[in-house]
T-cell receptor
Framework: GQNIDQPTEMTATEGAIVQINCTYQ??????LFWYQQHAGEAPTFLSY????GLEEKGRFSSFLSRSKGYSYLLLKELQMKDSASYLC??????????FGAGTTVTVRA | TAGITQAPTSQILAAGRSMTLRCTQD?????MYWYRQDLGLGLRLIHY???????GKGEVPDGYSVSRANTDDFPLTLASAVPSQTSVYFC???????????FGPGTRLTVL
């Protein structure tokens, strides 16, 4: 099974940068996903990392270190619409996803 | 394109009653999944199906059953609902088991 830890809540100002950390312990690893979930809505796919390093997609970047069991999601130039929960999910060797409890990000004006 | 649809959007159910949550996808994805989401616990896998005709148990399968008669549909049945099954249920699908999962809009179920 998986043990996936991420902070419960974070607050940042519009235009700023926020980094959401995710640590995991796994018996098998086959990739790490980040999803965004607005209140009352479905999770939507943001990024996928399977190799060490940084993946950049516009204002969002995701980093993975497999040896440290660590990932982060970096949100730049924060906008009010970025207020949401961000879910870290680890895919095990059998391709099942295990999710962290999510980090609620609040963007203030 | 519709993607993944779920029905109903929400439901209040008396304990002991049965209920089927419906999930349909039009993307011809082979793999489908059912999760429940509870505050503070994150998404937990209930059952999954890697291809039509096959199903498997996830992390929290007790009290739930699924079937996969065809590629598009993956219904989740609660045979005799209990209050601890109050949750938001999400269906998801992926092209293959190794591909990115995409989620439906969810069903909010309250068992009283």
């Amino acid at each position: 099974g998986q043990n996936i830890d991420q902070p419960t809540e974070m607050t940042a100002t519009e235009g700023a940068i926020v980094q959401i950390n995710c640590t995991y312990q796994t018996s098998g690893f086959n990739g790490l996903f980040w999803y965004q979930q607005h209140a009352g809505e479905a999770p939507t796919f943001l990024s996928y990392n399977v190799l060490d390093g940084l993946e950049e997609k516009g204002r969002f970047s995701s980093f993975l270190s497999r040896s440290k069991g660590y990932s982060y999601l970096l949100l730049k130039e924060l906008q009010m619409k970025d207020s949401a929960s961000y879910l870290c999910a680890v895919r095990e060797g059998d391709y099942k996803l295990s999710f962290g409890a999510g980090t609620t990000v609040t963007v203030r004006a | 394109t519709a993607g993944i649809t779920q029905a109903p959007t929400s439901q209040i159910l008396a304990a002991g009653r049965s209920m089927t949550l419906r999930c349909t996808q039009d993307m011809r994805h082979n793999a489908m999944y059912w999760y429940r989401q509870d505050l503070g616990l994150g998404l937990r896998l209930i059952h999954y199906s890697n291809t039509a005709g096959t199903t498997g148990k996830g992390e929290v399968p007790d009290g739930y059953s699924v079937s996969r008669a065809n590629t598009d549909d993956f219904p989740l049945t609660l045979a005799s609902a209990v209050p601890s099954q109050t949750s938001v249920y999400f269906c998801a699908s992926s092209r293959g088991a190794e591909d990115t999962q995409y989620f439906g809009p969810g069903t909010r179920l309250t068992v009283l």
